[in-house]
């Protein structure tokens, strides 16, 4: 999957709605750089090489472009300032399905239940700007920790979460207040849902226009207490130079993490219906970034699925297997 963001929204024309709710134009926000004086850019216009296959036999290799850029005039060619490429190599193998398979997943991998293993060699970082997710976890549910539905009032209720990397993995909980306990150091961004009625103080809200309902985003940085859930603990582990086969307990790490509720509801399902790993490069000049990823698995336990038919969450003892 390839996934590109525009980070730039005119807000004068009230084409997103404000933490999921229809919002009146209101004037552009200066903080976001905008070209040529004044004024928000228009929705990019995007191209697209469509994927092609070649080989033989059972493995083929997939490869194509996508290519974005502001300059709607006709000539937003190669030479264009404002243009933006990313293209995608893939070894696919079928698996002997009678369809074409795409990283479909079998089981909506659901915390503390899965680990993920790839293999990520970094060759281009993307400059300064660049932040790379390893792993970038997507899922949705409500405040009161019902599923989202995005029907009706949905869009303005639902929830979605983002753990990019509380309670530690022997159960200690340490609350941010207590100064000589909490690893600060470990976290980089949270941001609350903009519909949170009870968010702990202070707060800072999740950016109200970037996504389709209210999102809640956490972001994670190399530290030694993630190392105990197979990810980096200094900095520079995994990157550029050191290619390295990873085994995070994504399940548990997500399990343990902090996420709003409001008070007295029952915990959420945590249900990551997006898993992924790449980098996203804020504004910059000429930033590029290239990396290989490969033997990318999600592992539940083998017996999830019965389990789960029958309502029972007892600990699998039967190993793993992969939903590919």
């Known amino acids: 999957m390839a996934m590109l963001k525009n980070g730039n929204l005119d807000t004068t024309a009230a084409l997103c709605p404000e933490n999921g709710r229809p919002r009146a134009p209101v004037p552009a926000d200066v903080a976001v750089p905008v070209p040529g004086g004044a004024g928000c850019m228009n929705q990019p216009l995007v191209s697209h ?3 092609a296959l070649d080989g033989t036999g059972r493995w083929w290799r997939a490869a194509g472009v996508f290519g974005t850029t502001y300059e709607l005039d006709g000539r937003g060619g190669g030479g264009a300032r404002s243009r933006d490429d990313v293209s995608y190599y893939e070894r696919v193998l079928g698996g002997g399905y009678h369809y074409d398979t795409r990283g479909m997943t079998k089981i909506v991998p659901e915390s503390p239940e899965f680990k993920v293993r790839l293999t990520l060699e970094v060759q281009k970082g993307g400059g300064g700007n660049s932040q790379f997710y390893l792993l970038d976890m997507g899922s949705c ?55 949170a009625r009870h968010a702990e103080r202070p707060t800072t809200y999740c950016d109200a226009y970037s996504n389709p309902q209210p999102q809640e985003i956490l972001q994670l940085v190399p530290h030694p207490v993630w190392g ?76 999830t699925k019965r389990r789960r038919r029958h309502g029972r969450k007892e600990s699998a003892t039967i190993g793993e297997r992969s939903l590919f």
């Not at 209720?157 to 200690?172: E, I, L, P, Q, Y």
């Not at 490069?281 to 990318?296: C, M, N, P, Q, R």
């Open 228 to 303: 105990e859930f197979g990810y980096p603990t200094e900095k520079g582990q995994g990157w550029i130079g050191d290619a390295r086969e990873w085994a995070l307990d994504a399940g548990a790490m997500s399990q343990a993490l902090y996420f709003y509720q409001d008070p007295g509801t029952t915990p959420a399902r945590r249900r990551w219906t997006s898993l992924d790993v790449g980098t996203e490069i804020y504004v910059s000049d000429h930033a590029e970034a290239e990396w290989t990823l490969s033997g990318f698995d999600i592992l539940v336990p083998a017996d």
């Open 141 to 195: 549910w409500k405040n009161d920790g019902r599923p989202c539905d995005g029907d009706g009032h949905g869009l303005a209720t639902d929830v979605t979460g983002s753990a990019r990397r509380g309670t530690f993995r022997n159960g200690t909980r340490v609350h941010r207040s207590e100064r000589a306990r909490f690893p600060y150091a470990a976290y980089h961004v949270y941001c609350s849902p903009g519909n």
């Open 49 to 51: 090489s469509r994927t």
